[in-house]
């Protein structure tokens, strides 16, 4: 099945709000697998983005003050990104991606992958 363009813009919408497969599938009348391979292709090219326009480079900075001299917030979050059987039980081993958003206009935002936690290492 081909998605029109309205439809690929509503998806879009969809993911971004965190709408489940089913629910989309449902509204656009559409496939299992074509819901599921469009949401696969469009998260990789969310990601491929990021990538390309340096958003996932680590340096980046972001926080300081703005023109007006005041202090801009940074809200920084991390999780463990790793792998289980089956999906049971806890992922023992992975890696932690640390992530950093502004809280401005701009959403200035950067992730970066980490193999520790260790507050040397984040700094």
């Keep these: 099945m081909q998605m029109s363009h309205a439809d690929c ?17 449902n ?21 491929n983005e990021s990538v390309s326009k340096g958003w996932m480079s680590p340096g980046q900075k972001i926080g300081g003050k703005t023109a007006e001299g005041e202090k801009i ?3 920084m ?27 401005t206009e701009e959403r200035k935002f950067f992730f970066v992958a980490v193999e520790d936690r260790h507050k040397a290492r984040i700094q």
Excluded at 9 to 25: P, V
Excluded at 27 to 47: H, P, Q, Y
């Design 77 to 103: 979050d991390e999780t463990l990104c790793g792998h289980c059987k089956f999906h049971r039980g806890k992922p023992t081993t992975g890696v932690w991606i640390v992530g950093c958003v502004e809280k």
């Design 9 to 25: 813009i509503l998806h879009s919408y969809w993911w971004t709000l965190g709408t489940t497969s089913s629910d989309a599938k």
């Design 73 to 75: 917030d940074v809200f």
């Design 27 to 47: 509204i656009l009348k559409a496939g299992t697998d074509t819901v599921a391979n469009w949401r696969c292709s469009f998260r990789e090219a969310v990601g």
